[in-house]
Protein backbone atom coordinates (compact mmCIF):
# COMPACT_ATOMS: atom_id res chain seq x y z
CA UNK A 1 0.00 0.00 0.00
CA UNK A 2 1.39 3.31 -0.88
CA UNK A 3 -0.34 6.54 0.26
CA UNK A 4 1.35 9.89 -1.31
CA UNK A 5 0.52 13.22 0.19
CA UNK A 6 0.83 16.54 -2.01
CA UNK A 7 -0.11 20.12 -2.05
CA UNK A 8 1.34 21.75 1.09
CA UNK A 9 3.31 24.75 0.84
CA UNK A 10 2.96 28.17 2.13
CA UNK A 11 0.22 30.47 2.32
CA UNK A 12 -0.41 33.49 4.24
CA UNK A 13 -2.85 33.12 7.18
CA UNK A 14 -6.55 33.77 6.24
CA UNK A 15 -5.95 31.33 2.76
CA UNK A 16 -6.07 28.02 1.42
CA UNK A 17 -4.71 24.95 0.27
CA UNK A 18 -5.56 21.39 -1.32
CA UNK A 19 -3.89 18.90 0.18
CA UNK A 20 -4.09 15.90 -2.04
CA UNK A 21 -3.60 12.19 -1.19
CA UNK A 22 -3.25 9.50 -3.78
CA UNK A 23 -3.66 6.15 -2.33
CA UNK A 24 -2.66 2.22 -4.61
CA UNK A 25 -1.50 -1.02 -3.34
CA UNK A 26 -5.65 -2.11 -2.44
CA UNK A 27 -9.29 -1.86 -2.38
CA UNK A 28 -10.03 0.74 0.26
CA UNK A 29 -13.48 -0.50 1.04
CA UNK A 30 -14.34 -0.38 4.93
CA UNK A 31 -11.35 1.75 5.02
CA UNK A 32 -11.10 5.08 7.13
CA UNK A 33 -9.46 7.65 5.35
CA UNK A 34 -7.54 9.83 7.22
CA UNK A 35 -5.47 13.17 8.03
CA UNK A 36 -3.16 14.22 10.83
CA UNK A 37 -0.40 16.69 11.63
CA UNK A 38 2.04 16.92 13.69
CA UNK A 39 3.69 20.56 14.43
CA UNK A 40 6.99 20.89 16.11
CA UNK A 41 7.49 19.89 19.20
CA UNK A 42 3.92 18.64 19.40
CA UNK A 43 2.33 15.54 19.02
CA UNK A 44 0.56 14.28 15.70
CA UNK A 45 -2.85 15.27 16.21
CA UNK A 46 -6.08 14.11 14.45
CA UNK A 47 -7.42 16.70 11.78
CA UNK A 48 -9.86 14.85 9.50
CA UNK A 49 -10.83 11.70 8.54
CA UNK A 50 -13.59 10.46 5.41
CA UNK A 51 -14.99 6.59 5.12
CA UNK A 52 -14.01 5.26 2.10
CA UNK A 53 -17.64 3.29 1.20
CA UNK A 54 -19.99 5.85 2.34
CA UNK A 55 -17.96 9.19 2.73
CA UNK A 56 -18.83 9.96 6.29
CA UNK A 57 -16.94 12.80 7.81
CA UNK A 58 -15.48 13.72 11.24
CA UNK A 59 -13.08 16.62 12.27
CA UNK A 60 -11.13 17.92 14.79
CA UNK A 61 -12.61 21.01 16.73
CA UNK A 62 -10.04 23.04 15.73
CA UNK A 63 -10.87 23.07 12.01
CA UNK A 64 -14.11 22.05 12.15
CA UNK A 65 -16.10 24.97 9.62
CA UNK A 66 -12.60 25.49 7.78
CA UNK A 67 -11.16 21.97 6.10
CA UNK A 68 -13.22 19.81 3.96
CA UNK A 69 -12.10 16.31 3.55
CA UNK A 70 -13.50 14.37 0.24
CA UNK A 71 -12.61 11.28 -1.68
CA UNK A 72 -12.54 10.74 -5.18
CA UNK A 73 -12.89 6.58 -5.60
CA UNK A 74 -12.53 6.74 -8.86
CA UNK A 75 -9.52 8.23 -8.94
CA UNK A 76 -8.31 6.56 -5.37
CA UNK A 77 -7.37 10.27 -4.13
CA UNK A 78 -8.41 11.67 -0.79
CA UNK A 79 -8.66 15.50 -0.48
CA UNK A 80 -8.28 18.10 2.29
CA UNK A 81 -9.14 21.46 1.14
CA UNK A 82 -8.50 24.04 4.01
CA UNK A 83 -9.80 27.04 4.28
CA UNK A 84 -9.44 30.44 6.69
CA UNK A 85 -5.84 29.21 7.58
CA UNK A 86 -4.31 30.09 10.49
CA UNK A 87 -0.56 30.43 11.71
CA UNK A 88 -1.55 27.48 14.05
CA UNK A 89 -2.12 24.76 11.18
CA UNK A 90 1.42 25.30 10.04
CA UNK A 91 2.34 21.25 10.70
CA UNK A 92 3.58 18.37 8.75
CA UNK A 93 0.11 16.97 7.60
CA UNK A 94 -0.07 13.45 6.94
CA UNK A 95 -2.40 10.93 5.03
CA UNK A 96 -3.52 7.24 6.74
CA UNK A 97 -5.17 4.33 6.50
CA UNK A 98 -6.90 2.18 8.85
CA UNK A 99 -9.67 -0.83 8.74
CA UNK A 100 -12.95 0.68 10.78
CA UNK A 101 -13.55 -2.98 11.86
CA UNK A 102 -11.33 -1.99 14.71
CA UNK A 103 -9.67 0.86 17.34
CA UNK A 104 -10.40 4.43 16.74
CA UNK A 105 -10.58 6.90 13.74
CA UNK A 106 -8.87 9.69 15.71
CA UNK A 107 -6.11 7.55 17.55
CA UNK A 108 -2.99 7.65 15.42
CA UNK A 109 -1.43 4.36 16.29
CA UNK A 110 -4.89 2.20 14.96
CA UNK A 111 -3.74 3.81 11.72
CA UNK A 112 -1.86 0.67 9.25
CA UNK A 113 -0.94 2.63 6.44
CA UNK A 114 0.70 6.10 6.67
CA UNK A 115 2.19 8.56 3.56
CA UNK A 116 4.99 10.58 3.87
CA UNK A 117 4.05 13.99 5.06
CA UNK A 118 3.52 17.05 3.20
CA UNK A 119 4.46 20.59 5.24
CA UNK A 120 1.95 23.45 5.09
CA UNK A 121 3.28 27.07 6.70
CA UNK A 122 1.24 29.66 7.89
CA UNK A 123 2.61 32.69 8.07
CA UNK A 124 0.86 35.85 10.13
Known amino acids: VQLQASGGGLVQAGGSLRLSCAAS????????MGWFRQAPGKEREFVAR????????SYADSVKGRFTISRDTAKNTVFLQMNSLKPEDTAVYYC??????????????????WGQGTLVTVSS
Open 25 to 32: GRTFSGYD
Open 96 to 113: AARSYYSGSYYNADDYDY
Open 50 to 57: VTWSGGIT
